[in-house]
């Protein structure tokens, strides 16, 4: 109840932002929208959204940590306690990820990864690579979108190392995090220039946005279907 509040006083934040700012559009609102909604969540906010992308939940950091940067750069936020907790929250979902891989093993996931929009395909992908290239797949796949949601779970399975496996998740994490912060502040600190583009950049987030309303919607489509002929 309490994140629904945030994610509509954020809109109507956004929504009075761009009436009374120059720069207006889609592009305008969705920055507006995701600055207002991390300022508002806080430091807490950011680390439940980081938990859960790396317990396997749809919820992109590049979807999240950019828009940090553009509260750092504002001042309401600060950059110790933004890397800072989206690293615990990293470090905890994946842990958690790791928890479900050990403990539950593949039989778990596949029972309820569906619910996550996480199909056996995603991780037959990631269990493979994670054999073939070793632990530090952990560390490199902090960087690589899709096989960072999961990596967790095959780790588990392998009963890798515990430390280990969360010392490459502390680095990874805390490196991917401020690459992503760092680019968001310097997006926002060149915002004008970007919104004289903005027009564009609109047609391009409503294709994005179709793309992953299409893709998801079909996982989600052949994920029921495979519930249904099991």
């Given at each position: 109840m309490v994140l629904l509040q945030k994610i509509i006083q954020a809109a109507d934040t956004a929504k009075m932002a761009v009436a009374t700012e120059a720069h207006t559009g889609?592009?305008?609102?969705?920055a507006d929208f995701a600055t207002n909604f991390i300022e508002s969540?806080?430091?807490t906010g950011i680390m439940v959204l980081m938990m859960l992308e790396s317990m396997v939940a749809p919820v992109?950091?590049?979807a999240v940590m950019p828009f940090a940067g553009f509260a750092i750069y504002e001042g309401t936020l600060t950059w110790p306690g933004v890397i800072l907790f989206s690293t615990i929250g990293s470090?905890?979902?994946s842990l958690i990820g790791y928890w479900m891989g050990a403990k539950g093993g593949r039989p778990l996931v596949e029972k309820w990864g569906k619910y996550l929009l996480l199909d056996k395909h995603d991780l037959d992908i990631t269990e493979k690579w994670f054999n073939k290239k070793g632990d530090m797949t952990v560390f490199v796949c902090r960087f690589i979108p899709v096989v960072r949601h999961v990596i967790s779970i095959p780790a588990g399975m392998g009963r890798m190392n515990l430390m280990k496996f969360s010392i490459y998740?502390?680095?990874?994490?805390?490196?991917?995090?401020?690459?992503?912060?760092?680019?968001?502040?310097?997006l926002k600190e060149n915002w004008d220039q970007i919104m004289k583009y903005s027009h564009i950049i609109d047609y391009v987030i409503v294709a994005v946005l179709a793309i992953i309303v299409i893709y998801y919607g079909y996982k989600l489509y052949q994920n029921r279907k495979k519930s249904k002929n099991a």
């Open positions: 889609l592009t305008a609102w969705i969540a806080g430091y992109p950091s590049e470090i905890i979902g998740t502390l680095l990874g994490a805390c490196m991917w995090n401020t690459i992503l912060t760092i680019a968001g502040y310097y």
